[in-house]
């Protein structure tokens, strides 16, 4: 079992920065590939980045160079560092984690990720 809970959302201006943060607890989580999702209204769900349990990173086509992933392991905290900002980046954010290792094709599909948090709500103004 893992616990998530994310922290760090808040409402800026387009070209802002954030950096979000997920503190995980119960097993331990460098087991675990972890990703950051996020869900506008009325869209689907979509993974952003993830970190495998190699360290390897992956991220989508629309938050390359913008948005880095990063994990603290001595205190269990998975960070999305936000940059440069869009409206279109807002939504709900979330970071979940899998069960056990995950292939590098799965890594943004949310259909394999077993542990999810509750959210975190970022908001981007123009």
């Known amino acids: 079992q893992v616990q998530l809970a994310e922290s760090g959302g808040d409402s800026v201006q387009a070209g802002g920065s954030l950096r979000l943060s997920c503190a995980a607890s119960?097993?331990?989580?460098?087991?675990?590939?972890m990703t950051w999702f996020r869900q506008a209204p009325g869209k689907d769900r979509g993974g952003v980045a993830s970190?495998?349990?190699?360290?390897?990173?992956k991220y989508a086509n629309s938050v390359k160079g913008r948005f880095t992933i990063s994990k603290d392991n001595a205190k269990n905290i998975l960070y999305l560092q936000l940059s440069s900002l869009k409206v279109e980046d807002t939504a709900m954010y979330y970071c979940?984690?899998?069960?056990?290792?995950?292939?590098?094709?799965?890594?943004?599909?949310?259909?394999?990720?077993?542990?999810w948090g509750q959210g975190t709500q970022v908001t981007v103004s123009s």
């Open positions: 979940a984690a899998s069960q056990g290792w995950l292939g590098w094709l799965l890594l943004l599909q949310p259909q394999a990720f077993r542990y």
């Open positions: 970190i495998a349990t190699d360290g390897a990173e």
């Open positions: 119960g097993d331990t989580p460098n087991r675990h590939s």
